[in-house]
């Protein structure tokens, strides 16, 4: 079965300054992958996916994440960061064939100091 | 609607109460999924509907969760005899069809306590 590890469970930055949030993941094949957002009091926020192709992926609010498959790694960056991008951040993988079901990690809670 | 909306958007019971929890999913969207998130947790699958079918239900914790969707629209998680532990963020989710190249919406969760 696929799992999902997001190593950091708090991590604050300066605003202004970069950002990189980890996000592990165990599965046999190639997995489709994600990044959400959750902001307070609001729903998740599909931030990017991967699904084939690029390893490189854009998303929305100017991040980024990378696929390496060499390390099971799917890392979500933004150069600069934003107060309002003070949030928790979601790594999900999925696979098809398994129900069409999203596995999550645990989250990473961000806060961007002023 | 523009969105997934849930309803209630918070509800307290007491334990051993049965509840329900609403989801009405974007218009069109065939698959429909139902999470849980615990405080200061990840998010937990529960139940996968593929038009009013549900083929993975492996989530589901116990037998006291149950799910339905009809008309291939609206869907009902109920949760009987609820237990303190059952307390949670209950997030539905839609899509097209399942998530391959189809990005899934998320609503903004049903807040349940269980006293």
């Known amino acids: 079965a696929q799992s999902v590890t997001q190593p950091d469970i708090h991590i604050t930055v300066s605003e202004g300054a970069s950002l990189e949030l980890r996000c592990n993941y165990s599965y046999g094949a190639t997995p489709y992958l994600f990044w959400y957002v959750q902001s307070p009091g609001q729903g998740l926020q599909l931030l990017l996916k991967?699904?084939?192709?690029?390893?490189l992926v854009q998303g929305i609010k100017g991040f980024e994440a990378e696929f390496k498959r060499s390390q099971s790694s799917f890392n979500l960056r933004k150069p600069s960061v934003h107060w309002s991008d003070a949030a928790e951040y979601f790594c999900a993988v999925g696979v098809t064939g398994g129900g069409n079901k999203l596995t999550f990690g645990t989250g990473t809670q961000l806060k961007v100091e002023l | 609607g523009a969105g997934v909306s849930q309803s209630p958007s918070n509800k307290v019971t007491e334990k051993g109460k049965d509840v329900e929890l609403r989801c009405d999913p974007i218009s069109g969207h065939t698959a429909l999924y139902w999470y849980r998130q615990r405080l200061g947790q990840g998010l937990e699958f529960l139940i996968y509907?593929?038009?009013?079918?549900?083929?993975?239900k492996s989530g589901l914790p116990s037998d006291r969760f149950s799910a339905e969707r009809t008309g291939e629209s609206v869907s009902t998680l109920t949760i009987q005899r609820t237990q303190q532990e059952d307390s949670a963020v209950y997030l539905c989710?839609?899509?097209?069809?399942?998530?391959?190249?189809?990005?899934?919406?998320f609503g903004e969760g049903s807040w349940l306590t269980v006293v």
């Open positions: 991967y699904f084939s192709g690029d390893t």
């Open positions: 509907f593929q038009g009013n079918s549900a083929p993975d």
């Open positions: 989710a839609s899509s097209l069809e399942g998530f391959s190249e189809n990005t899934i919406y």
